[in-house]
């Protein structure tokens, strides 16, 4: 699925892991997860949406626009 980044929002990328819940998966079960994997965060009117972009730095990243990651995770490592 490819969800549509709007142009005329900002938008703030962030690098995270997440979890597929599945019982038999290694990586959840042991804590580690999958990815990282780069996702986009914007508010639209009240709501926060957010869209899946994949393991690619996208283009348009700039530090500054780089929110830091959830409380307690610290900084993660961009290895290209
Ligand atoms: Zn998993």
């Given at each position: 699925?490819?969800?549509?980044?709007p142009a005329d929002r900002h938008?703030?990328?962030?690098?995270?892991?997440?979890?597929?819940?599945?019982?038999?998966?290694?990586?959840?079960?042991?804590?580690?997860?999958?990815?990282?994997?780069?996702?986009?965060?914007?508010?639209?009117?009240?709501?926060?949406?957010?869209?899946?972009?994949?393991?690619?730095?996208?283009?348009?990243?700039?530090?500054?626009?780089?929110?830091?990651?959830?409380?307690?995770?610290?900084?993660?490592?961009?290895?290209?």
């Open positions: 699925m490819v969800t549509a980044l938008i703030t990328y962030q690098l995270q892991r997440r979890t597929c819940g599945k019982a038999s998966c290694r990586p959840c079960q042991n804590g580690q997860g999958h990815g990282p994997y780069w996702y986009a965060y914007w508010r639209e009117g009240s709501r926060l949406r957010s869209g899946y972009i994949g393991k690619t730095r996208p283009a348009s990243v700039h530090s500054a626009d780089t929110a830091s990651g959830p409380v307690g995770a610290g900084p993660l490592a961009v290895s290209v």
